[in-house]
């Protein structure tokens, strides 16, 4: 539950703004109401200059204060295409046990656990469980355990360090085998050791996360090794260059626009959460694609298929106790 309100002081812009927020947060299942103590109150002023127009949303909780800007430079006309993409994170599910991954089949949802698998229905408004299997291993697990699904022709398959779990989607059967395969990747992949987070390219480089990138990068793939840095591999997973700082990466691509995008994950300056954004990677450079979308926690996983319009982002909010996956997705301005 949460409060909106909008500074009056650019009259109906304002107003238009804060209909279209009030718009949005319906859709994805939550209620405006009155300011009330408990409630986290969010408040919304949008102000316009020659240059840009820029919106400040103060999001004040029981025991914190965040402020988050954004800004946008006018464009001219340019016809009927997109001006601009942005990322949107639209929230999908949420629960005190941590979440590995998230698959959307049909009408239901798999959630891969570190020591489960669980079927869910949709009930109304939410989700309902009606089915779980255990993952059985004689293995102890590392501490920040990671896990992927994949569902294909009625079947779903969970990979975990050391592990893999095979069954149906509805979950009547769940097996598993103490094995390292390959993970469903952008990249070739020797999969993770039972006893580690990260992965291995067949030449030795270990990594994190990785993007498969298109032609105009100068660069077959993108990864963000153990290290933290962003690095750039040619068609022979050789290192070309080394772009940025990133605590993992994902590819998207956009139905409305051609060109392959990459999501970097990064703390904030509170250290308690962090943020996702938008790049595209042009002759070995990063250029932004967006501003910074700020996470109610940190990011624990960030998994994508390649060439999905829609990527995976598990996020842990310390404050609410609490894991939540979102849908992450390139939206265009026309």
């Not at 291993?137 to 975990?160: C, K, M, Q």
């Not at 498969?212 to 750039?232: C, I, K, T």
């Not at 060439?307 to 265009?332: K, M, N, P, W």
Request: with cysteine; charged share 20%; glycine share 8%.
């Amino acid at each position: 539950m949460a409060s909106l309100s909008g500074d009056a002081n650019d009259g109906a812009a304002n107003g238009q703004v804060q209909r279209e927020i009030t718009r949005l947060l319906v859709a994805r299942g939550l209620r405006i109401v009155a300011p009330a103590t408990g409630t986290t109150a969010v408040t919304i002023a949008c102000t316009a200059n020659l240059r840009e127009r820029t919106c400040v949303a103060e999001i004040v909780r029981r025991d914190s204060r965040e402020i988050v800007t954004v800004a946008k430079v006018h464009a001219a006309d340019d016809g009927p295409g997109p001006r601009t993409v942005a990322l949107e994170a639209v929230p999908l599910f949420a629960q005190r046990a941590a979440i590995l991954d998230v698959a959307i089949v049909s009408d239901s949802l798999l959630v891969l656990e570190p020591a489960a698998i669980g079927l869910y229905r949709r009930a109304g408004e939410d989700w309902q469980r009606v089915e779980s299997r255990a993952i059985v291993s004689s293995r102890i697990p590392p501490r920040d355990v990671r896990g992927r699904l994949t569902t294909a022709g009625g079947a779903v398959t969970a990979y975990l360090p050391g592990a893999v779990c095979r069954g149906p989607v509805d979950l009547a059967t769940l097996a598993c085998a103490e094995e390292r395969e390959p993970w469903p990747l952008s990249i070739d992949n020797t999969g993770i050791d039972a006893t580690r987070n990260y992965f291995h390219t067949p030449e030795g480089v270990t990594f994190f996360g990785a993007a498969s990138l298109d032609a105009d990068a100068a660069a077959r793939s993108a990864l963000v090794d153990v290290s933290g840095q962003v690095l750039l591999l040619d068609d022979s997973r050789r290192t070309i260059g080394v772009v940025g700082m990133s605590d993992d990466v994902a590819a998207l691509t956009a139905s409305c626009r051609p060109g392959a995008y990459i999501v970097l994950s990064s703390k904030s300056q509170d250290g308690d959460t962090d943020s996702l954004r938008l790049w595209r990677v042009v002759a070995k450079r990063l250029v932004p694609a967006g501003t910074p979308l700020a996470m109610p926690g940190r990011v624990t996983a960030l998994w994508a298929a390649p060439g999905a319009h829609v990527a995976t982002a598990v996020i842990h909010d310390l404050d609410a106790g609490r894991y939540e996956a979102f849908q992450l997705q390139v939206s265009c301005d026309r």
